[in-house]
């Protein structure tokens, strides 16, 4: 079992940066693909970043160039970097694991076993 919790979250002007971090307990996180999805108001969740067991990343179209997922195997987390963040970038952020999910279903949500409560975004314009 893999326990996840969300951090970073908070309010900010657009063009600011936010750094999120997901803390895992219970296993390795440098074990698993994981993922950061979002969801806002009203809208589907929906993928953010991953990163692979391989150090792999990758980004939604318009996450690339301004966001950056990392891994920090010494304190057993995974960090979601936003640069230049938007009024569209407003949602509550998700981390979450999987185990053995391969390439083609890095973006399916339904892949992933462990989900963190999520924290919350907002960018004001």
């Known amino acids: 079992q893999v326990h996840l919790v969300e951090s970073g979250g908070g309010s900010v002007q657009t063009g600011d940066s936010l750094r999120l971090s997901c803390a895992a307990s219970g296993r390795t996180l440098s074990n698993y693909v994981v993922a950061w999805f979002r969801q806002a108001p009203g809208k589907e969740r929906e993928f953010v970043a991953v990163?692979?067991?391989?150090?792999?990343?990758y980004y939604r179209e318009s996450a690339k160039g301004r966001f950056t997922i990392s891994r920090a195997n010494a304190k057993n987390t995974v960090d979601l970097e936003m640069n230049s963040l938007k009024p569209e970038d407003t949602a509550v952020y998700y981390c979450a694991a999987g185990a053995g999910i391969i390439l083609s279903s890095i973006y399916d949500s339904d892949k992933y076993d462990y989900w963190g409560q999520g924290t919350q975004v907002t960018v004001s314009s």
């Open positions: 990163i692979r067991r391989t150090g792999h990343t």
